[in-house]
């Protein structure tokens, strides 16, 4: 069989620079369509070094092969994808007991569904899928029926028609369901681990071309999740290399599982998994703009109001159905810019309950819409209208159940300027109504920004009248052409200079910089009440945006979210800006921390009971922005401080980190760690098979 091959084809990832390739030059792309040749790939030598990638969104070099890159979903969308929703398992290999188990009343409520689908299928593609109700056809086309039908025919219930969510995602979908819960991929969701926990069973094709069915021993599919007999008839066949070539695991410490969920490419190709699903239900939000030194110390008490505030307050919004679960979900926004003399930092504080399905979900029509095409050769699956394909959803203020015409201004400020020009234009309003009223109007920003009193602003009066000369030269400037990342670092510059021989000038500068930094993230932090099906809310990337999320770089450290050094992390964050903002740098963004429970993934981040990620992403465009992130990185490498970084973002990580981190601290090569790699041993044949062996994982010790 003729697998499609590229070469010398360039390879990049989703945020490096468009404008270089990565990779000018691999040897070789491969483009495998099925489980077929997967294994044919993996069994033939001539193609060297191996590692499958996802949609290149993981901004460490985990997705990078040393000769042939194996893609499971064309990050162009021109070739396709192994996208395929699958049903030969999922019913069919079911264990009979466990199907038994499942016409149960109860099972649904308390178990969910299942979901099997090849490696290539994206997160949203996912959830529109799972959205859908099964028309329950009990004679399908291609004779195979779904879930949903077959418990139907068999069991006489329709428990299993959906619809279905997930029950935790993280902020975008556009990975590939492998490519994110290989790495740890999260949401905020602080009841229950990264996406790897919703893995039930993977199937793995390793260096040499032997396949592995590994299944999750788990209680909730007792006696066991497949039927070996009914595995065998559909995965040992020659096709796939006899049923020598074919290897079920499933043992009680799920030894090999709980080490392959997370692995970074290292263990082999996995061509599917199957998933657990939950009733679709939709997500209750509140947002409230807060002071960052007013409330961090509760972030170390998991019984403050951070964590269990109650969904309906008096006076506040009433979700229109019922709320079903206490506080679910939390996330701090922390601006990195000071305000009040460099004293203080706002911060967005998002909380989030789980509300019961209404009738007509907001979002639904937003995020996934219409049914385009039944199937669509490309990503072998349906394809609808707004899925992976639209602004992020946004509700309509005057009518909260029914989402805003207009995108996201945010989002706007990628494709045009309009969001940025309206907060300069807010700042140089507020700047000339205190110069020309000689100080007595005082605005709301500026207030913010500076502590009055001692006068030292008044002093600022003349050079922050050519302050304003600058800003509105910056906005005459404006170039709806320009990156989001260009227009900041115009500004910066013009406002931030360190060689600027005037103190007075270059104080104002700082001032104008902060203040409009503070605009923005206000705006972009206000408070919000909304109410939308669970993907409209957890999924809020911009899919038209193309500006912003180009030459990019982004860290993200996890801490036990009761830990002191976590708050010292954030705080040594906030001090490196104010010693950047007087050389004349600046990091556009913010810390986000976001808050989980823990994982079973052997080297998955989320250790503690309650872990709390802090991310840091910048625009490499503005100077400062690398350099925070760089200094977030060294610092959360510091033994002292004892971070964690998320395999799928900027990672540094040296084997020694690894052990210091995973180990066993009396012999770090045991512990979690030393469990992974005798796991890897198993698959690899101690090590002599290293095909999957890279750059990446040789630096990070991911070997056997
Ligand atoms: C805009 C954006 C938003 C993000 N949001 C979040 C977030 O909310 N939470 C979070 O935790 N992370 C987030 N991330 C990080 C992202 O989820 C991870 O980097 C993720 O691993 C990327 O998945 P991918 O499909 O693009 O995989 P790739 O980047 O292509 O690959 C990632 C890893 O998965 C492995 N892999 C991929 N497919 C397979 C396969 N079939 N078999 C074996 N290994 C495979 C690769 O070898 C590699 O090691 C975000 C990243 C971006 C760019």
Redesign the pocket.
Known sequence: MAIETVLGAAWT???DDPRDALIPSTPRIVYPKSLAELIEICRDENLGRL??????????E??ISEETF?E??DPRNQRQAMGRTLKHVVPHCLHPELLQRMSEPSFVQDHGSLVHVE??K?VYQLYAELDQVDPLDLQPPDGVQTLGAFMLANFGTTAFEGPWGMETA???G???I???F??????GDFDCG?IADSVVAIH?VADGGAHYWIESSDERYWPQLTDDDRMREVYGTDEFGGDENFHIVRTRDNALFDAAVV???R?????SVVLRALPQYARYERRRLHVWQDFKHQILDRNSALYRDAAIVPGGYVPSTQVTSPQRFLQVAVSLTPHLNFQRNLAGVTKQWKLRLQDDPPGRAERVGDLVTDFDPLIQAPRFANAGNNFSYRFDPDDPLNGEDDPDPIALACSNGSFLAGIIEAAINEIEDFVSSNGTVVGAGIAAIAALGGGGLLLLIPALLAILVILRALLEAFDADDRFGEHMENIKNSLLDPNEPDPAKRAAGLFAWQLIVYLGFQAQQSDRDYEAISYAVTDQ?DYRNISC?VNVD?V?VFFDAVDQRLIAFVDALLAFEIMQEFQGRACVGYASL?FMGPTRAKIGMQRHPTTC?VEVACLKDVSGGQEMVDYAARLALNPNIGGIL????HNDATAADIERLFGDPTSPTNGDLGAWRQALAEVTGFGSRDRFSSDFTRRTGLEP
């Not at 590692?51 to 460490?60: M, R, T």
């Not at 263990?267 to 061509?271: D, R």
């Not at 998320?646 to 973002?649: D, F, P």
């Open positions: 990832r989703k945020h590692k499958a990638a996802g949609s290149h969104w993981a901004l460490s985990a997705a194996i499971t979903h490696a290539g994206r993280g902020n975008a556009g990975q590939t492998v490519g994110a290989s790495t740890g991929t999260h949401g990264p793995l692995a970074a490419g263990f082999g190709v996995i061509y990337k999320e982004s993200e976001r990620s998320h395999w799928g973002q």
